[in-house]
């Protein structure tokens, strides 16, 4: 069963910085795109950054670009989303999220809180 575990959110002050991860297992990890989804209260989850399977490729949300970094480590079967320059409409949970034969997989996500 494709498992995805988020870890690394937190409350942070505006101007902030936070690195989530996403451990991926039990499936090839190094042949799929990876993606970061958010959503928050009262909102539509939303893409927010992708990066390809080989890690050479990525794209983020307007909303984040600049200021967001995707990376994966294909040899720890990992994602991560290196977030600087945070502000409080980054305040969401943030879900890890990978398509396999047009099924997606999301994991528990993990909050991140973007306040003084």
């Known amino acids: 069963q494709v498992q995805l575990v988020e870890s690394g959110g937190g409350l942070v002050q505006p101007g902030g910085s936070l690195r989530l991860s996403c451990a991926a297992s039990?499936?090839?990890?190094?042949?799929?795109?990876m993606s970061w989804y958010r959503q928050a209260p009262g909102k539509k989850r939303e893409l927010v950054a992708t990066?390809?399977?080989?890690?050479?490729?990525?794209n983020y949300a307007n909303s984040v670009k600049g200021r967001f970094t995707i990376s994966r480590d294909n040899a720890k079967n990992t994602v991560y989303l290196q977030m600087n320059s945070l502000k409080p409409e980054d305040t969401a949970k943030y879900y890890c999220?990978?398509?396999?034969?047009?099924?997606?997989?999301w994991g528990q996500g993990t909050q991140v809180t973007v306040s003084s």
């Open positions: 999220n990978v398509q396999i034969m047009g099924r997606a997989y």
């Open positions: 990066v390809t399977s080989a890690g050479g490729s990525t």
């Open positions: 039990s499936f090839t990890f190094s042949s799929y795109a």
